[in-house]
């Protein structure tokens, strides 16, 4: 039994290696052993033709954690993102978008050049594209959800760049990614709005 444990933590460290090192991507600055291989070549597919025909460098800088104190307070750790961020930025060149994430932090943020602040909508691309992938409740491993969210976050980006500038670009992968943002949406609202109609039932039900 205790070989079988060592070999399954051989297994499990040598698959995060090999999802770390076995492509090297131009546009993921960082994939922290959560972004699927052929989701970083798509990235990479997107990203050049964007950079060819749009003028714009999209990049992804993904990590598992910041190994950050568990006692950490909520502005420090705040503060200590915006700095790190501020680093990985600095040497990008414009005009860019960055999507960020750290899983184990819950952290997503999405850092736009000013060139393009009236483009790219940070809050839409989030809140449609990427967070809806990474909440979601399902039988997906959390490595899929991040692989999707990302790629899906990522194409958006892409996508609304290029209709500002009435370009088709031939790596997209279409309007998919919204639709799955928005039907896990009204879903979780669903659900909501089912619990609070039980929770109103039970209440008068038991006022009777």
Do not use: C
Request: hydrophobic share 45%; glycine share 4%.
């Amino acid at each position: 039994m205790k070989n079988y444990n060592i070999f399954k933590v051989a297994v499990s460290l040598l698959l995060l290696f090999l999802s770390s090192n076995i492509y090297a991507s131009k546009f993921v600055l960082n994939d922290g052993g959560v972004i699927d291989p052929r989701v970083m070549e798509k990235i990479d597919q997107i990203g050049d033709e964007s950079q060819k025909k749009l003028g714009v460098n999209i990049y992804v800088y993904a990590k598992k954690s910041y190994n950050l104190n568990e006692d950490i307070s909520t502005k420090d750790k705040i503060k200590y993102i915006k700095d790190y961020e501020t680093n990985i930025v600095k040497d990008l060149v414009n005009p860019y978008v960055i999507l960020t994430v750290s899983l184990d932090d819950t952290h997503v943020n999405l850092i736009v050049s000013s060139e393009l602040k009236n483009v790219v909508d940070k809050n839409e691309i989030l809140n449609e594209y990427v967070v809806p992938l990474l909440a979601s409740k399902d039988k997906n491993t959390l490595f899929a959800k991040a692989s999707a969210a990302i790629l899906n976050g990522y194409a958006a980006i892409a996508d609304i760049v290029a209709e500002s500038k009435n370009v088709k670009l031939e790596s997209s992968i279409g309007s998919s990614g919204k639709v799955a943002g928005t039907i896990w949406k009204v879903f979780m609202y669903t659900l909501v709005v089912a619990g609070i109609l039980l929770y109103t039932f039970a209440v008068l039900k038991r006022k009777k």
